[in-house]
C-alpha cells in the first residue's frame, strides 16, 4: 500500500511538471494572440484521452492482465519521451531567425538584456516565490485564479457524485457511468478550439460572463430525472451533453486574460519574470489552484450529497458557476474593452 501511495505521489509531481512546462513551450511558439485556440484545442485532445482511456485500459486489464495495462503505459510514454526530445524550443528556434523575424517570436528577447548580476541574485528567490505570486492580487490575476478553481471543484464534483446517482436512478454499470462521461468530455473535442479562436477574437469578459452564467442554470437539469425510465435516462445524457457544450466555453477565457495581462505587464517591467519569462510561472501556479480545487470539489460535493441530497451538491455548484460569472464580469476585459489597468 505504501508503495502504490508512493508511485501516485510520483506520478502526480512528474504530470505537473509535464503539464506546466509543456504549456510553456506551446505559448511560447503560438504567441499570446493565440492562447484562447490553443488552449481550447489542448483541452479537445485532453478530454478524447480521457474518454479513450478508460475503455483502452479496461479491455486490456480484462483480457491480458494488470502487466499489460501498466506496459502499455511505458510504451505511450517512451513514444512522448522521443517526441519531446524532438521538440525544438522556441528559445533555440529564434537564434536561427534573422532580424526581421524576431518580432514574431514572443520569447527571449528580454534574455538579451537581462543583466547576469541581476539574474544570479533573483534565481534563489524566484525559486521559492515565483514573481508571479505578488500579482496575485490584481483582479486580472486572481479572477483567472477563481475561475480556474471553480472549473477544477466542478468536473471534480461531478467525478464523485454523478456515477452514484446515475448508480441510484438507473442501475447504471461502472461501464455506462463511463460513457456517460465520455457524453460529458466530447464536446471539448470538437468546441473547445473553437471557443477558444473566439475567446481570442472578441476577449474574456463576454465569452466567460455567459458560458458561467449560463452553466449556473443548466446544471438543474440533471435534477430532471427521478426514476428509471429510457426518457429519463435520455434527459440525463442530454443535460451532460448540453453542460459539457457550455463547459468548452469556460476552458479559455482564464488562460487568456491571465497571459494577455501578464505579457503587457511584462512589456513594462522587462526583468520582473526573470530571464525565462512569465509563461511557465502562469501555468505552475494555475496547475496548483487547479489541484486544489480538485482536492476540495469531492470533499464538499460528496458532503453535500450524503446529508442533504444531490440537489444540494447541483445548488452548491450552481452558485460556484454563478460566482465564476461574476469575476468573469468584473475581472475580465474584451478586446475592445478601453479600461485602464
Known amino acids: 500500500m505504501h508503495i502504490l501511495v508512493l508511485a501516485r505521489i510520483m506520478q502526480g509531481i512528474s504530470a505537473s511538471i509535464v503539464w506546466c512546462v509543456g504549456l510553456a513551450l506551446v505559448l511560447d511558439a503560438v504567441g499570446p494572440r493565440n492562447v484562447g485556440f490553443t488552449v481550447g484545442g489542448i483541452f479537445g485532445f485532453t478530454s478524447v484521452g480521457e474518454v479513450i482511456s478508460p475503455v483502452l485500459g479496461g479491455l486490456i486489464y480484462d483480457s491480458f492482465g494488470y502487466y499489460w495495462a501498466f506496459s502499455t503505459c511505458f510504451v505511450l510514454l517512451i513514444i512522448d519521451i522521443i517526441l519531446r526530445c524532438l521538440v525544438l524550443e522556441p528559445r533555440e528556434a ?12 514572443p520569447i527571449l528577447q528580454r534574455q538579451n538584456d537581462f543583466d547576469l548580476e541581476t539574474t544570479g541574485k533573483l534565481s534563489a528567490w ?46 447504471f454499470t461502472s461501464a455506462q457511468c463511463g460513457l456517460t462521461f465520455g457524453v460529458l468530455s466530447a464536446p471539448y473535442f470538437f468546441c473547445g478550439p473553437l471557443a477558444g479562436k473566439m475567446v481570442d477574437r472578441r476577449g474574456s469578459k463576454t465569452i466567460g460572463f455567459y458560458a458561467y452564467l449560463a452553466l449556473s442554470f443548466t446544471l438543474f437539469l440533471l435534477l430532471i430525472p427521478s426514476s428509471r425510465t429510457t426518457a ?36 513594462t517591467h522587462p526583468t520582473f ?11 505552475s501556479v494555475m496547475n496548483v489552484v487547479y489541484s486544489f480545487g480538485m482536492i476540495l470539489g469531492p470533499i464538499i460535493a460528496g458532503y453535500l450529497r450524503i446529508h442533504f441530497g444531490f440537489p444540494a451538491t447541483v445548488i452548491f455548484l450552481s452558485l460556484m458557476m ?13 478586446n475592445d474593452s478601453e479600461e485602464e489597468e
Not at 529564434?94 to 517570436?105: A, I
Not at 434527459?235 to 505579457?263: D, E, H, R
Not at 519574470?273 to 501555468?283: D, E, L, R, V
Request: some cysteine.
Open 94 to 105: 529564434k537564434k536561427k531567425l534573422s532580424q526581421e523575424e524576431e518580432e514574431h517570436v
Open 126 to 171: 524566484n525559486s521559492v516565490f515565483l514573481p508571479i505570486y505578488r500579482l496575485t492580487f490584481h483582479r486580472k490575476v486572481c479572477g483567472p485564479y477563481w475561475t480556474s478553481f471553480v472549473n477544477s471543484v466542478l468536473l471534480a464534483s461531478f467525478d464523485a457524485t454523478v456515477p452514484l446517482e446515475l448508480k441510484r436512478l438507473f442501475n
Open 232 to 267: 429519463n435516462v435520455v434527459i440525463f445524457i442530454a443535460a451532460m451533453a448540453l453542460n459539457g457544450y457550455i463547459l468548452a466555453f469556460t476552458s479559455s477565457p482564464g488562460f487568456v486574460q491571465l497571459t494577455a495581462y501578464v505579457t503587457e505587464y511584462e512589456k
Open 273 to 283: 519574470f526573470g530571464p525565462s519569462g512569465p509563461y511557465t510561472q502562469i501555468f
Open 322 to 334: 454563478l460566482s465564476a460569472s461574476l469575476v468573469s464580469y468584473y475581472c475580465f476585459t474584451d
